[in-house]
């Protein structure tokens, strides 16, 4: 009985005594994949088939927000990249039609809009979500066990355009509209 205190003691003052180096660890690696999502960010916010300026939040210093203009069915697409706590960069696109979010409270038929959502995840390269108050999103997930996704990250920028023709698809759901010929 006294051994088993003895190394449950050893084991908890050792991995106390370790966890502010893994966290200094873990901070310095999520700043360096911080600072290398910005570079990445300015090189492909900069293409004229991306054409989004990417700034650091002031809510949130690990995510990048940009305004992506000139879509037919939104209003435009507020941007947001994020670098998670562990190992992760994430997007989330949210579309501002007629002047607010996507919302399920304020859709027309929410059931319709998130039949045709689950739809979406099935058939789209990017997948589709609500978040807790219901403002509908389009979303990319990475992973970094197998290294930063430089290209993957331009490409799904460059995918984001395709965001505004769903979006068509989805304004009966929304409001009852039709989305208008392209």
């Not at 990250?153 to 460059?158: E, G, S, T, Y």
Request: charged share 20%; proline share 3%; hydrophobic share 40%.
């Amino acid at each position: 009985m006294r051994r088993s205190a003895l190394l449950t003691a050893f084991l908890f003052v050792a991995v106390i005594g370790a966890s502010p180096a893994a966290a200094q660890s873990a901070s310095s690696e999520r700043d360096a994949t911080r600072s290398r999502l910005a570079s990445i960010l300015a090189i492909a916010g900069a293409r004229s088939d991306v054409n989004v300026a990417f700034q650091q939040s002031t809510k949130n210093p690990y995510n990048f927000v940009g305004k992506m203009t000139g879509l037919t069915n939104c209003d435009m697409l507020e941007v947001v990249w994020g670098v998670g706590t562990s190992g992760t960069v994430s997007l989330r696109a949210y579309c501002h039609y007629k002047g607010n979010y996507i919302n399920l409270g304020r859709a027309r038929d929410p059931q319709g809009l998130m039949r045709r959502l689950l739809y979406f995840n099935d058939q789209n390269f990017l997948y589709w979500g609500a978040d807790g108050t219901g403002d509908v999103f389009t979303a990319y997930s990475f992973t970094l066990e197998s290294g930063f996704p430089d290209d993957a990250i331009v490409i799904v920028n460059r995918s984001l355009r395709n965001t505004d023709g769903f979006v068509g698809q989805l304004r009966p759901m929304i409001d009852g509209s039709t989305a208008p010929a392209k």
